[in-house]
């Protein structure tokens, strides 16, 4: 069983940065896919980055350029890097973990494990 802490959350400003960390508690982190989620109030949960065992990465339209996933695995931590941040990104974030194909990376089908969210809320 893999635990995730999210951390990082907070309340910015339109145009602001913020770095959310996940931390894991299992030593198997690095042979586990990263994804990271958001939900906003009255919306179904949505796919944001995802990064591969390999390192590779992938992301949502919406948050391309923007945002940026990377991994620490001596950390077990994964990072999601939000820049230029609008209102729209206000949701509460997840973090996922999973060993499921690649190719389904932005479903939560891809994923086994999942944080308690940490909320982020961006001001206008």
């Known amino acids: 069983q893999v635990q995730l802490v999210e951390s990082g959350g907070g309340l910015v400003q339109t145009g602001d940065s913020l770095r959310l960390s996940c931390a894991a508690s299992?030593?198997?982190?690095?042979?586990?896919?990263m994804g990271w989620f958001r939900q906003a109030p009255g919306k179904e949960r949505e796919f944001v980055a995802a990064?591969?065992?390999?390192?590779?990465?992938y992301y949502a339209d919406s948050v391309k350029g923007r945002f940026t996933i990377s991994r620490d695995n001596p950390k077990n931590t994964v990072y999601l890097q939000m820049n230029t941040l609008k209102a729209d990104d206000t949701a509460v974030y997840y973090c996922?973990?999973?060993?499921?194909?690649?190719?389904?990376?932005?479903?939560?089908?891809?994923?086994?494990?999942w944080g308690q969210g940490t909320q982020v809320t961006v001001s206008s």
């Open positions: 996922a973990a999973g060993s499921k194909p690649w190719r389904i990376v932005t479903t939560s089908d891809a994923y086994d494990y």
């Open positions: 299992e030593r198997s982190f690095s042979t586990y896919t």
């Open positions: 990064v591969a065992r390999s390192g590779g990465t």
